[in-house]
């Protein structure tokens, strides 16, 4: 467990491949981008080989009725037993035009299922 890195899945990712460093085996966590985060060093590789989920969508802001921030957490319902719960917002990006305002967002989790039990509307 990492501090910096809350569980917010109640069931860590299997690893899918395990990587030889020196006399040790490391398990690499499964995501998208694997060969990424092998070739990083520090806190940057640990927090990416933690993303057992990632997800991106977009959304109507004035439907939605707030707006997502990055490096915060969202409520996510709707998804299914193993995806619903709370997610962390990697990324957002504006579109704003006249009498229209959305976002692009990138959402990540480091386990299935959630570790809360609702999340507020």
Known sequence: MNPLDPP??????????FASAGSHFVPRRFLEA???????????AGAA???AVTCEGSLDVTRYGGV???????????????FDGLYYVKSVTH?????????????TRNGLVSTVQTVSP
């Open 8 to 17: 917010l899945g109640a069931i860590p990712p299997i690893p899918t491949k």
């Open 34 to 44: 694997v060969s990424c985060a092998s070739h990083h060093d520090g806190l940057a």
């Open 49 to 51: 080989s933690s993303e």
């Open 68 to 82: 997502l921030s990055a490096r915060k957490l969202v409520g996510v319902r709707g998804a299914g037993y193993a």
């Open 95 to 107: 579109k704003i035009k006249r009498g229209e305002y959305k976002q692009d967002f990138t959402l």
